[in-house]
């Protein structure tokens, strides 16, 4: 049974750095796309980033580019999710996911089947 634990959520000024970490059991990330998403009061929820088995390929939401680096940590079984110059408006429930095996990453949250409870992210001005 696949389960992702997140954590590093935290109140930060804007302008601040922040790393998330997800940490996986029952797979092994090398063969299971893992993405970051968010969701803020009122908000739908958005794709934030995704990197691909092997750590090879990664996908980030416009509004992240430049200032969000997803990356994997195979010593620790871990995906995380690096946020430099963070603005309010990133202030969000965020989580991670994961996929079945095999398929393609994307930033669609419909075509994750696993899910962690989520991290909190608040930026304050």
Known sequence: RVQLVESGGDSVQAGGS???SCAASGYAYSTN???????APGKE?????????????????DSVKGRFTIFKDNSKNTVNLQ??????????????AARFPGYDCSLTDRDYEFWGQGTQVTVSS
Not at 45 to 61: L, N, W
């Open 18 to 20: 922040l790393r998330l």
């Open 45 to 61: 929820r958005e794709g934030v980033a995704a990197i691909y088995p092997g750590g090879g390929s990664t996908y980030y939401a």
């Open 33 to 39: 796309c893992v993405g970051w998403f968010r969701q």
């Open 83 to 96: 946020m430099n110059s963070l603005k309010p408006e990133d202030t969000a429930m965020y989580y991670c």
